[in-house]
């Protein structure tokens, strides 16, 4: 376990000594702050009071049922924090990937000690479409099983946290998996070989993601930190 830990260390370190990766982190910050200012509100305030007064809403005066509705209130509503704040990164995220994709490659070129190419516009917009298609695939895909985590959540909200968790280090791996072209099993035994590792770090960036304002600056760290995980992990390297 001593590889996740030192790859905070060397995604700082890449993070200060690249500028373009520097550069296009700050990219999807900007984007996130535009986001917040014009339907943060609507995730932030509208959304989770509706979710607080939802059960509330059904079962009347009923002291016991009063009770029941407190209990379920506060499961709903810190289910419903995680899944807005998860929503709200992965819009991001679609706004920002093609730049992702981007960090990701030149995360692997640094690590492998290879020169890492000048920003190139021509090949930036071929890859674009691309890039964008394949985040909107992984996208959905990860909205209907966060659906599913969501029900779940309703009578097991420890293991909802889990899968929602798993999936969120799913999200930022992928674009190590693209860029590799790995197929759906090979993306499976990818995750499958490292599973405790993705799920603990998954965790630990669930939590920072809860955050307004600070997941903004954790969202582009997370694709330069799994990047380094995956390259790392994939070619033997210490990090």
């Known amino acids: 376990m001593t590889r996740p830990v030192k790859a ?22 900007l984007i996130g702050i535009i986001a917040y200012y014009y339907i943060g509100n609507l995730f932030y305030v509208d959304l989770l009071d509706w979710g607080k007064n939802l059960v509330a809403e059904k079962v009347g005066n009923s002291e016991w049922l009063s009770y029941v509705a407190w209990i379920f209130t506060a499961i709903l509503t810190v289910i419903l924090y995680f899944l807005v704040s998860w929503t709200f990164v992965l ?69 909802a946290f889990c899968v929602s968790a798993l999936l969120l280090a799913i999200s930022f791996l992928d674009y190590s998996w693209s860029r590799k072209e790995l197929s759906f099993s090979e993306c499976i035994n990818s995750l499958r070989k490292s599973f405790l590792t993705y799920l603990l770090t998954g965790c630990v960036f669930m939590g920072l993601i809860s955050m307004p304002i600070l997941n903004l600056f954790i969202l582009p760290f997370a694709v330069i930190y799994y990047s380094v995980l995956f390259y790392s992990k994939e070619n033997e390297l210490k990090i």
């Open 91 to 159: 819009f991001v995220s679609i706004i920002s990937s093609p730049f992702n994709d981007i960090i990701s490659g030149r995360v692997e070129k640094r690590l492998l000690g290879e020169v890492s190419p000048d920003f190139n516009t021509e090949k930036f917009f071929k890859r674009i479409l691309t890039v964008l298609v394949n985040e909107s695939k992984k996208i959905s895909f990860i909205l209907v099983l966060s659906v599913l985590s969501f029900i779940l959540g309703l009578f097991f909200p420890p293991i």
């Open 8 to 29: 905070i260390h060397k995604s700082l370190s890449l993070l200060k000594e690249d500028k373009v990766i520097l550069l296009l982190s700050f990219i999807p910050v």
